[in-house]
Every structure is written in structure tokens, then in C-alpha cells.
């Protein structure tokens, strides 16, 4: 006996194929979105990463930023000013000068030449300051702030006030040993006077010769943060001295000069 087939049994079949044919490239197609969207991210990863190293400096681009000063010149260009604290454990050898100054020893000589040189011209060049120390430079702020509440400052205003005149304790150059104060005999009055008297004329005209710079110039307050000083002579040696001389800038500026090479 025959047994009886229904037309509906091959339609059934062709449809479960599709079924199971719609069902795999529906997996398929899931997959490879998904191994798609994987595989973006991880580029978007690896390209957020190229852009951070390549932000990030490098080791030869620092050290092409940088720059270390020669031995031989490094002490005598040590930068201090109201925004750069003489170094830790800073120490100098000191020669002792006429009348208790001192400073250090590997400028003296030039300083000699230079007072020498001014006497030879006739003149009568004084020190009248020279290396501090830390509790000097304290007791010297100290006697500023309390001039001026006495002036009427409140003790904020006079700390601000007192810092364009003498160097916070630690900002000074006379620490360093390098910076001289010094005054025309016949007046001794630190203020602008001295400029035109024939000690700081000539002083001005010929210190860089001695490697000697006036440090304070009237135009360049806002770079130095100190005040208009006629008398203050820091040594940074010859070379330095001749250029910032002829340029007519202050040390600041020839020191970010002397770094940007």
C-alpha cells in the first residue's frame, strides 16, 4: 500500500530551510557588525593614543629646551629676584673687603680692578653694602614693613609694598655675595640722586668692562620686580656683562635669550 504524500509537506520543508538559512545569516550578520564596531574602537583607541604621545614631549625635545651653563660661567649667572630663591645649601667663599663687607672671592679681583680704575679717574667710589646673610636680609624686610605701618600700611599692604624696595629673605642678590651697593663719597643717600653723581656716571659707562651690570634699571622694573636702583652692581662676568650692555637689557632678559639657543 502506497502511502499518501501531502502537497504541503515540501512547502514545509522549504520553509523551515528559510527559517534556518534567515536564522545563521542573521547570526552572521550580528557577528561580523560586531567584530566591525570592535575593531573601530580599537583603532579609535590606538589614534586617541597617537595624538596623547604625540602631545606628550619627547626626551630629545626637552633636552633641546634646556639648557646647562658651562661650569666656568654657571655660579656668576645664577638668577635670583623676587621669583627665584638663591639655590639650597648655596655656599660661597667670601674675601673680606675694607670696612667688614665681603663677597665672594672668584669676583674680587674684578671688583678691585674696577674701584681701582674709578679712583684713577679722580673719583671717590664707596661700598656701602655687600654679601648679607639670611639673618641680615630678614632683619633688613623686617625694618622696611615696620617703616611703613609705622606710615600707616596695614601689615599686608606694607609686606607688598616693602618687597619692591628690599628683597624677601632668600630673593636677595647680596646672599649670593656677587651684588655691591655702592655710592659716590660725597652723597650717600640710596635714592635717585646718585645717578647723577660722577661715581655712578662713570660706574655706569665702564662696570661691564669689569663684568659688572647696574641690575635695576628705571625701565626694567616690571622684569626685575625691583625698583630703580643707581647703585646696585651685580657681577656676571665679562662676557655677559659686555652683551647685556650693549643690547640694553637687564639680566632677566638675557637669560631667557641665553636659553632659548
Not at 651653563?69 to 648655596?90: A, D, H, K, R, S
Not at 656701602?128 to 600700611?153: M, P
Not at 625691583?226 to 637669560?255: D, K, M, N, S, T
Amino acid at each position: 500500500m502506497k502511502r499518501k504524500t501531502s502537497c504541503s509537506t515540501p512547502f514545509i520543508t522549504m520553509l523551515r530551510i528559510m527559517v534556518i538559512a534567515t536564522f545563521l545569516l542573521g547570526a552572521a550578520a550580528v557577528f561580523t557588525a560586531f567584530s566591525i564596531a570592535f575593531s573601530a574602537a580599537e583603532i579609535q583607541e590606538d589614534d586617541t593614543a597617537t595624538d596623547a604621545a604625540s602631545k606628550r614631549p619627547t626626551a630629545s625635545a626637552v633636552l633641546e629646551n634646556s639648557r646647562v651653563m658651562p661650569q666656568e660661567t654657571q655660579w656668576n649667572l645664577v638668577l635670583v629676584n623676587p621669583w627665584n630663591f638663591i639655590p639650597e645649601n648655596y655656599q660661597i667663599t667670601r674675601t673680606e673687603l675694607k670696612n667688614g663687607h665681603s663677597v665672594d672671592e672668584r669676583c674680587y679681583p674684578d671688583l678691585q680692578e674696577m674701584m681701582d680704575d674709578c679712583r684713577k679717574a679722580g673719583l671717590s667710589p664707596l661700598i656701602c653694602s655687600s654679601y648679607r646673610s639670611k639673618e641680615e636680609q630678614e632683619q633688613l624686610f623686617q625694618n622696611q614693613v615696620n617703616r611703613l605701618t609705622d606710615a600707616g600700611y596695614s601689615q599686608a599692604e606694607a609686606e607688598s609694598e616693602a618687597v619692591k624696595i628690599v628683597a624677601v629673605p632668600g630673593t636677595s642678590e647680596h646672599q649670593l655675595g656677587l651684588a655691591v651697593d655702592i655710592v659716590d663719597v660725597n652723597n650717600q643717600n640710596l635714592n635717585e640722586t646718585q645717578e647723577n653723581t660722577q661715581v655712578q656716571q662713570w660706574l655706569m659707562q665702564n662696570s661691564w668692562k669689569y663684568g659688572f651690570i647696574l641690575r635695576y634699571p628705571a625701565d626694567k622694573s616690571e622684569i626685575t620686580g625691583i625698583i630703580y636702583e643707581p647703585w646696585h652692581y651685580r657681577h656676571i662676568g665679562r662676557e655677559a656683562a659686555e652683551y647685556i650692555h650693549e643690547q640694553g637689557i637687564c639680566l632677566e632678559e638675557y637669560l631667557e635669550l641665553d636659553l632659548s639657543l
